[in-house]
DNA sequence: AAGTGTGAAGCAGTTCACAGCA
DNA sequence: TGCTGTGAACTGCTTCACACTT
């Protein structure tokens, strides 16, 4: 693996290519070219070699990439290689479709618990995943978590991230339309709903 | 209005902008200055005092820009000044959740149709939508609607994606982890939840 | 004094063309 | 022949510095 300064594009396109590569194993092709996987994935030929380019020679001229090797080598970078432990909060709607969305195990993301404030809520099961209470967020430092998924209410947003900075989470998936305040070592993904579609009119 | 090339950033950004005035406005805020602007947005001031440059001069120097009208021309140049009417396909929790959401009608959108298979579900009402039999699906020209939500399980997508395209839907917001084949002239945006999950482990 | 608008410089990502390998 | 890997050209976005307005 090559150690050079990978441009921001190009990971954001590796997990597109894994999402197709994991389409072609299922369907159980083995090789693949880089023209096969552009097109599966909406970009050119020479844009996914240059983004392999970056890391190593992952393909055979003439023949193409080995989608298992290829997989692999993809989740390594994406460090998805070992299993990644997530919490949930906030069990609405939202909170129980993506609790309910069996499509995580093949990234090697596991939702290991899940919080809510509603006494009704709490004991429940959603998804395999048992909902507990919210209050007892500090619990999340024994479970060795390194991801959340934010799905309450925006009022409460930053009131339920700021204890899971503290016990050790890294990494938010932010459904709610606030923006968070988090210390600079803490990525924070932003999904806005709304705002997805209204910037759709722009275009159409 | 100016009429110049829009860098596509630019024009990405414009949503963030609007949700910040928004914002602003809710608290009471008259005037913003784009330093103001851009730490809501988490971007440098000259970099909103740019992206407005395309469009023509916005605010006053020496004191900032006028919230209301700075919301306006946004709301223009993203084509939100009159209502757009979307529907949504696939009424689980995720489709629920879409449309118990509130936040759309300051960006004047409005989920006028839900659809789904169950029976059991067709004749109710979720976030005063009424769910009609995806088999009427052709019923949608009638409505008017350009935008559609698709939150229906992945392999069925395409299935319901190639009649909303023919009864004149323009956008679609499609929730699957299924790569669309749409014509040239609809705009697609892809929320994969399970990949927005997978892309945080590697910046962690 | 405070804050905008913008030409120009700098930088990053995309596109190309082709050398090289199976 | 088919397809990969990559330096080089190109394109477009970001960043800067500063003139200008209130």
Redesign the pocket.
């Known amino acids: 693996m090559r150690y050079a300064?990978?441009?921001?594009?190009?990971i954001r396109?590796l997990p597109l290519y894994l999402r197709a590569l994991f389409l072609m194993a299922e369907q159980g092709q083995t090789e693949?070219?880089?023209?096969?996987?552009s097109e599966h994935v909406g970009?050119?030929?020479?844009?996914?070699?240059?983004?392999?380019?970056?890391f190593?020679?992952?393909?055979?001229?003439?023949?193409?990439?080995q989608v298992s090797w290829l997989t692999d080598q993809i989740k390594t970078i994406l460090r998805l290689d070992s299993e990644k432990k997530a919490v949930l909060v906030g069990v609405g709607n939202l909170g129980a479709a993506v609790l309910s969305f069996s499509g995580f195990n093949k990234y090697n993301l596991t939702i290991i618990a899940a919080f809510d404030a509603d006494v009704n809520k709490i004991g429940q099961t959603v998804g395999g995943v048992e909902i507990r209470d919210v209050a007892c967020l500090d619990s999340v430092g024994e479970l060795n978590a390194t991801l959340a998924v934010i799905t309450v209410p925006g009022q409460v947003a930053q009131a339920v991230v700021d204890p899971l900075v503290n016990v050790g989470i890294r990494g938010i998936l932010n459904f709610t339309s606030c923006r968070l305040i988090v210390p600079d070592q803490i990525r924070v993904t932003n999904i806005d709903i709304g705002m997805d579609l209204a910037s759709l009119p722009y275009y159409i």
């Open positions: 300064r990978i441009p921001d594009q190009t396109r693949v070219s880089s023209k096969d996987l970009v050119h030929a020479w844009q996914v070699r240059k983004d392999f380019s970056f190593g020679e992952f393909g055979r001229p003439g023949v193409g990439y």
